[in-house]
């Protein structure tokens, strides 16, 4: 680390362009931080314009020097997705990483309570901008040395319950849609050569402090704290893209 907290090393994300889509939530502000600290040029975007900008500035804040921007992007429009990626590249001359948080949650009592206004709703967080972003930056990540297309998924993808039809169901698409992404990347640049991986990282559920804080005799079993998914995605940038693609990389026990 050098005087102001930001890694001087010559580490995998040293001079990365990352991009992540939901920044603005505790999970994308524990993302800028850690991406900023590895020295990568970080390049954020929410549809919350007031609260990215703060997330933004508390990056640029904790390592003075990074590179850290926000842009208010509306990733339900697959051509707003493209400029975003296109602009990216043009103004940083490459681009390594897509990190997709673009989060939300509906459930009910029971299968039968089931409103199918949240899938309405989950659809368009979940999958949709999981399409967007996935068909906008494969080009860019493809042609980067070390590109890389992260989701993070939950466990209920893979273990639906009653409850949370609409949620696992979103869920398990993106999944399938990320796979599909990676064997793109595979098909590319063949299996051993590929530089380019598209992995799931998958967790239970997330927790931060002001969770804990609203609730100091929680267990939150199995939870991953927003600090270890960042540096888990920070982590990804460590593993050869062969061992990465098309990989759920579990923070949780699997179910």
Do not use: C
């Not at 907290?5 to 994308?28: D, K, N, Q």
């Not at 998924?153 to 979103?170: C, F, L, R, V």
């Not at 600090?227 to 893209?241: N, Q, S």
């Amino acid at each position: 680390m050098n005087g102001n907290g930001r890694s001087s090393g010559s580490g995998a994300l040293e001079g990365a362009v990352v991009a992540v889509a939901g920044a603005a939530g505790p999970a994308g502000r524990a993302t800028l931080l850690r991406l900023a600290e590895a020295g990568a040029i970080v390049v954020a975007s929410d549809a919350n314009a007031a609260r990215l900008a703060e997330a933004v500035d508390a990056a640029r804040y904790a390592h003075g020097g990074a590179t850290v921007t926000g842009d208010t992007v509306d990733l339900l429009d697959l051509g707003a997705a493209h400029e975003w990626a296109d602009r990216t590249e043009k103004e940083f001359g490459r681009i390594d990483g897509l990190v997709h948080l673009v989060g939300g949650w509906r459930g009910s009592a029971g299968f039968a309570e089931t409103d199918l206004a949240d899938w309405t709703l989950l659809e368009k967080l979940l999958i949709r901008t999981v399409q967007h972003t996935s068909l906008a930056f494969q080009g860019g990540l493809q042609r980067s040395d070390r590109g890389r297309y992260l989701l993070i998924s939950a466990a209920g993808a893979s273990k639906p319950t009653a409850g949370n039809a609409a949620y696992a169901a979103s869920k398990a698409a993106a999944e399938a849609w990320t796979l599909a992404l990676a064997d793109a990347f595979r098909k590319a640049g063949g299996e051993d050569a590929s530089r380019s991986a598209a992995a799931i990282l998958v967790v239970k559920a997330l927790v931060h402090d002001a969770m804990r804080a609203e609730r100091p005799n929680a267990k939150f079993a199995g939870f991953t704290d927003v600090k270890e998914l960042a540096d888990a995605i920070a982590g990804v940038w460590d593993r050869p893209a062969p061992e990465a693609n098309g990989k759920r990389l579990w923070l949780t026990p699997q179910p």
